[in-house]
């Protein structure tokens, strides 16, 4: 009994620290945010004197280095254009590989498990050309034609909670009438709102914190034309840094507020959602 309360106990130590190196980062930016001090401050953790001028600087004047409130809307339109489509393209494929039988069906989803192994970062350099023939190398549209192109790719895990669904209720469906998209819509998506809220998350999260694809794309000089991601990476430049580094800490407490509070409410259902699409594969 007692070598058992002493693992217990050692686990618990071990989460703790885990916890502390994880949380630890998070409120030293938080903290940071506050300071009225511009630059970076390695004297001590928490600022010495405390202000609300770089969240105010923030949002209420932009200059032509920190456009926080143009970032935000370039970045937010991204992440809803492209969560839309993408939620789109997953479900509608996992319902036809999961609900749907056809030639070719188990090839396909062999080669898109295939296909999805290669490191996206292999072909960036493709599309970029390929965008840039099109028109759409420096423009919000071609941004959210690439985070949405292959979204479709990431269908397994709502094919795994689709196949959950009872087959009679879409045979029922069939016998009256219904046709697959009014058994779509009306039978199977009602039933799979933990997958959708899984399926949207993940969806948004991508474009909302992508910076390498960003960058690669908005060849603009002006930050007006930037995402969240680039404008603030742009700010701990060795030339800016000693004066925006609280404002991009700021700026790194807003963006994540959001993610946090949409992951918070939505909790129970994302968790339902992985754990039902692992049922069946």
């Known amino acids: 009994m007692m070598k058992k309360q002493i693992k217990v106990i050692f686990r618990h130590i071990i989460l703790a620290f885990l916890a502390a190196v994880w949380l630890i980062p998070i ?6 945010s506050f300071s009225k001090y511009k630059g970076i401050n390695t004297m001590s953790f928490f600022p010495e ?25 370039n970045s937010m339109l991204i992440g809803v254009f492209s969560c839309l489509i993408s939620t789109s393209f997953v479900l509608m494929t996992a319902y036809a590989m999961s609900c749907m039988r056809f030639k070719a069906r188990k090839p396909l989803m062999s080669f898109s498990v295939i296909l999805g192994m290669f490191p996206g ?17 420096n423009s919000i549209t071609g941004l959210i034609i690439i985070y949405s192109a292959g979204s479709g790719l ?35 998506i009602p ?20 910076f390498v694809m960003a960058k690669l794309m908005i060849r603009s000089k002006d930050p007006v034309d930037w995402t969240v991601a680039m404008g603030l990476f742009n700010l701990v430049q060795r030339t800016l840094v000693g004066n925006y580094f609280t404002i991009f800490c700021a700026g790194g407490v807003m ?13 129970k259902f994302y968790v339902e959602g992985i754990t039902g699409g692992a049922v069946k594969g």
């Open 27 to 32: 409120l030293w930016l938080v903290v940071t």
């Open 154 to 188: 990431g269908y397994l895990i709502c094919k795994g909670f689709f196949d959950t669904i009872p087959v009679s209720l879409r045979e029922s469906a069939r016998l009256e009438g219904a046709s697959e998209f009014t058994i779509f819509t009306r039978i199977v």
């Open 49 to 73: 004197e405390w202000s609300f001028d770089n969240y105010a600087q923030l949002f209420f004047r932009p200059d032509t280095v920190a456009n926080f409130p143009a970032w935000f809307k």
């Open 191 to 210: 039933l799979s709102r933990p997958i959708i809220v899984y399926t949207v998350i993940n969806s948004f999260l991508a474009p909302w914190m992508d």
């Open 255 to 267: 963006i994540a507020i959001p993610i946090s509070v949409l992951f918070v409410l939505m909790q």
């Open 121 to 137: 970062v292999l072909s960036m350099i493709a599309i970029y050309f390929v965008m840039k023939l099109l028109g759409l190398s």
